[in-house]
């Protein structure tokens, strides 16, 4: 089992910036993938940004610019750098992570975002 915590969301103003933290800890063989995603209130959860082990990310369109996500392998915690943030990225936001020969998808609590004047 995986256990994934989320840190650093919190209030911010637009134009803002945030930096959220994801610790992976537990029976971890290797990480495959790490990722965010966020969810809003009556909306489905929606990817934001992903990285692989080699080093490869994507993002959603709508934080492209905007976002950078990374990691640190040693320390299996993966980072999202916000800047410029807008009203639409509240939501709260969920770190996931695929390890293992099974490629099992674990998901931590979520850390809640509100960008608001």
């Known amino acids: 089992q995986v256990q994934l915590v989320e840190s650093g969301g919190g209030l911010v103003q637009p134009g803002g910036s945030l930096r959220l933290s994801c610790a992976a800890s537990?029976?971890?063989?290797?990480?495959?993938?790490m990722g965010w995603y966020r969810q809003a209130p009556g909306k489905q959860r929606e990817l934001v940004a992903g990285?692989?082990?080699?080093?490869?990310?994507n993002y959603a369109d709508s934080v492209k610019g905007r976002f950078t996500i990374s990691r640190d392998n040693a320390k299996n915690t993966v980072y999202l750098q916000m800047n410029s943030l807008k009203p639409e990225d509240t939501a709260v936001y969920y770190c996931?992570?695929?390890?293992?020969?099974?490629?099992?998808?674990?998901w931590g609590q979520g850390t809640q975002v509100t960008v608001s004047s």
């Open positions: 996931n992570v695929i390890s293992g020969v099974t490629m099992n998808s674990s």
């Open positions: 537990g029976s971890i063989f290797s990480i495959y993938y």
């Open positions: 990285i692989t082990s080699g080093g490869s990310t």
